[in-house]
């Protein structure tokens, strides 16, 4: 699907989302999920073509021979095979929503979700000069976004976030995301961010540096927040015994599932830590889940859950769209929302069909 602009972040552009979607049937019922692995494994190991192929020669399999499933069956079931939480949360969230549409029931019920709409934040990429962020980050004010977030990268962190607050003020979170860019060598440059208020610092140095991020937060004021380094309740809980993580960025496929995402706001919330909902430049499918997720009592800041037409101008669900710098939270059974198969058959370009029942 071609993306409205190009995205750029510390580790690459992207001008499409090459996006994998599960279905499944069940009974008269189907389900969706949708993969959140990208192109190239370049935000994490995880890309699209390795997650189809640990599907079809792994986890479909797996969940074949174990026989009648429910959403929570899919993860002990596929527990045994290391990592491809990306594959693993599709699968998951197209169980769960099959599951959910013949129970009556939606995401936001099945989560706990106490809220029936959510605050929306925007994440902006990098740009080649100021004026044109600036330009950027004004359209998503004017829009009603009500939290910025500003991709950074060695070169691209000081300048930007003061061009922002001198024209736009301090009248709004802002926050910047790394994606691992940074070293602890560079603790004195990321220090000078500390003077713009700033809500958060995410994910500054490599995901498997976690005791780096507690070193870091001791010298710079800025929270520190981590988002690839969370893969696990577990590594949630141990990043912020170790002082790694004063705020956390649940992303459900990073994750393997929204099941496991609402164990790591457990976690969050049983140590008062502050969490909010990521983003992976999903379709309205991977959006609904997310805004039902966000809207749990811990998400008590505002997430990458932007409207449908931050990324794309055409989405496979109808659109969701902000309403006074937030999103509803959808009501409807499951996802609460299906794919419109026009759109979905206009940018599809390929499908494989696995029974289970011949199996
Ligand atoms: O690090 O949060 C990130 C997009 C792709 C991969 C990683 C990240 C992002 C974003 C965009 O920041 C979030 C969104 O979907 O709005
Ligand atoms: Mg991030």
């Known amino acids: ?64 021979a174990h026989g009648h499933l429910t959403g929570a069956d899919v993860a ?33 019920e099945e989560l706990g979700a106490v809220r029936d709409r959510v605050p929306s934040g925007v994440s902006v990429g990098i740009f080649d000069t100021i004026p044109e962020l600036l330009a950027a980050v004004g359209g998503y004010l004017e829009a009603g976004y009500v939290r910025i977030k500003l991709k950074i990268e060695p070169g691209w962190d000081i300048e930007p976030v003061r061009a922002v607050r001198e024209a736009f003020g301090y009248g709004f979170p802002l926050q910047v995301d790394a ?3 940074y070293t602890l060598d560079d603790a004195a440059q990321l220090a000078r961010l500390d003077e713009f208020d700033l809500l958060l610092i995410e994910q500054p140095m490599d995901e498997e540096d976690v005791l780096g991020h507690a ?15 969370i893969v696990s309740a577990e590594t949630a809980a ?5 002082g790694a993580a004063a705020i956390l960025n649940i992303k459900p496929g990073r ?60 989405d496979i669900v109808p659109p969701f769209v902000l309403e006074d710098g937030h999103i ?21 370009t390929s499908v494989e069909w696995i029974s289970l029942a011949s199996r």
């Open 215 to 229: 070193k870091l937060a001791r010298l710079v004021t800025t929270p520190m927040c981590l988002d690839e380094s």
């Open 255 to 314: 994750v393997g599932g929204y099941l496991e995402a609402r164990r790591i706001h457990d976690v969050a919330v049983g140590r008062g830590v502050p969490v909010w909902c990521g983003g992976m430049v999903e379709t309205g499918l991977g959006r609904a889940a997310n805004i039902a997720l966000a809207a749990l009592p811990g998400f008590t800041l505002p997430g990458d859950v932007s409207a449908s037409d931050r990324f794309y101008r055409t």
């Open 179 to 181: 994606n691992t860019a």
């Open 1 to 64: 699907m071609p993306l409205v602009t190009p995205f750029r972040t510390s580790f690459g552009t992207q001008a499409e989302r090459d996006i994998l979607l599960v279905k499944v049937m069940a009974g008269g019922v189907e389900g969706w999920g949708e993969c959140v692995a990208m192109n190239d494994p370049l935000y994490s190991s995880e890309y699209v073509d390795g997650a189809v192929d640990v599907l079809r020669r792994y986890f479909v399999p797996a969940l074949a």
């Open 328 to 348: 509803a939270v959808p009501t409807e059974p499951g996802l609460g929302v299906a794919p419109i198969p026009e759109v979905l058959r206009s940018v599809t």
């Open 238 to 242: 141990a990043a912020i015994e170790l």
């Open 76 to 108: 002990p079931v596929l527990a045994r095979f290391k990592g491809h939480r990306m594959a693993k949360a599709a699968l998951e969230m197209a169980v769960l929503d099959a599951e959910l549409r013949a129970a009556d029931r939606s995401w936001g």
